[in-house]
């Protein structure tokens, strides 16, 4: 079974400061995405990766920042967190940089308010 | 601009009913389509798909039906069971290399 594990279930911060969301996946899976899930926006993309050390915007990335570092792990930065980033984080792992419409397989989330 | 829509926000349903949760697109150059299901304080996961060149795939007691012209896709559930209570995420590609969109979800409700 494919697992993917994110560092935090709930995360509460303060306004301005810095916040590492961390994800793991154990199917060296060569995708790795990052969404946020808002009420009635559903999920949206902030940035992907299909490879280590490449990424790619999604659709709102403003505010983020990401690193890969190694194929198993896929980080999540936001600089300077502000109160419009309170939301659901989740991440998600796919099998092949060559499709992006392959199943992807989603960590738990991470809830995470700043203040 | 919302690429992928799903209209009702939630749907109620009878057990042993048939669920049907309905999904809209605007974009005419997505060829893949999937279903994911979440439950709370989990994640989503994947439910069944269908590329563009099919009008109908069944899995199950799940069935994806795909009306190209009119795009719009239906994922019906028969017959639904209280298990099957959870939100309902459509989902769309414009080709095999491209990012999958999400539409807001419908929470389903299903009624013992």
């Known amino acids: 079974d494919v697992k993917v594990t994110q560092s935090s279930r709930y995360l509460v911060k303060r306004t301005g400061e810095k916040v590492f969301l961390e994800c793991v996946q154990d199917?060296?899976?060569?995708?790795m995405f990052w969404y946020r899930q808002d009420p009635g926006l559903g999920l949206r993309l902030i940035y992907f990766s299909y490879d280590v050390k490449m990424k790619e915007k999604g659709d709102i990335p403003e505010g983020y920042s990401v690193s890969r570092e190694k194929k198993e792990r896929f980080s999540l930065i936001l600089e300077s967190a502000s109160t419009n980033q309170t939301s659901m984080y989740l991440c998600a792992s796919s099998l092949s940089r060559n499709r992006f419409d392959y199943e992807q397989y989603f960590g738990p989330g991470t809830r995470l308010t700043v203040t | 601009d919302q690429q992928v829509k799903q209209n009702s926000p939630s749907l109620s349903v009878q057990e042993g009913r048939i669920s049907i949760l309905n999904c809209d697109y605007t974009n005419s150059m997505f060829d893949y389509f999937l279903w994911y299901k979440k439950y709370p304080a989990e994640g989503p996961t994947f439910l069944i798909s269908i590329s563009s060149i099919k009008d109908k795939n069944e899995d199950g007691r799940f069935t994806v039906f795909l009306n190209k012209s009119a795009k719009h896709l239906s994922l019906h559930i028969v017959p639904s069971q209280p298990g099957d209570s959870a939100v309902y995420f459509c989902?769309?590609?414009?080709?095999?290399?491209?990012?999958?969109?999400f539409g807001p979800g419908t929470s389903l409700s299903v009624i013992p």
């Open positions: 989902a769309a590609s414009k080709t095999s290399y491209d990012k999958v969109i």
């Open positions: 199917m060296d899976h060569e995708n």
